[in-house]
Nanobody, 112 residues
Framework: QVQLRESGGGLVQAGGSLRLSCAAS????????MNWFRQLPGKGREFVAH????????YYADSVKGRFTISRDNAKNAVYLQMNSLKPEDTAVYYC?????WGQGTQVTVSS
């Protein structure tokens, strides 16, 4: 099992930026593909971004493509989500995922 802890959420104005971090501990992290998901108010959890074990492959939901960047630092057991040009519709709880394990989430609120 991997323990995951997200941080970096907060309140930001539309057009602003935030960088989310996910710190992992437990079983070997370096071999894991990692994902970010989010849960919008009143909706189910949706995929945001994916990165493979060494960062060589990434892909994104269409709604965030070109604005968000996922990266990782295996030496630090960490995954990041750089979010730029934020929109009010990005308001959600953001979750780090190392299948099958999940973090507790971090709230991102974008004001208009």
């Amino acid at each position: 099992q991997v323990q995951l802890r997200e941080s970096g959420g907060g309140l930001v104005q539309a057009g602003g930026s935030l960088r989310l971090s996910c710190a992992a501990s437990g079983r070997t992290f370096n071999n894991n593909a990692m994902n970010w998901f989010r849960q919008l108010p009143g909706k189910g959890r949706e995929f945001v971004a994916h990165i493979d074990w060494n960062g060589g492959t990434t892909y994104y939901a269409d709604s965030v493509k070109g604005r968000f960047t996922i990266s990782r630092d295996n030496a630090k057991n960490a995954v990041y989500l750089q979010m730029n040009s934020l929109k009010p519709e990005d308001t959600a709880v953001y979750y780090c995922n190392a299948p099958p394990d999940w973090g507790q989430g971090t709230q991102v609120t974008v004001s208009s």
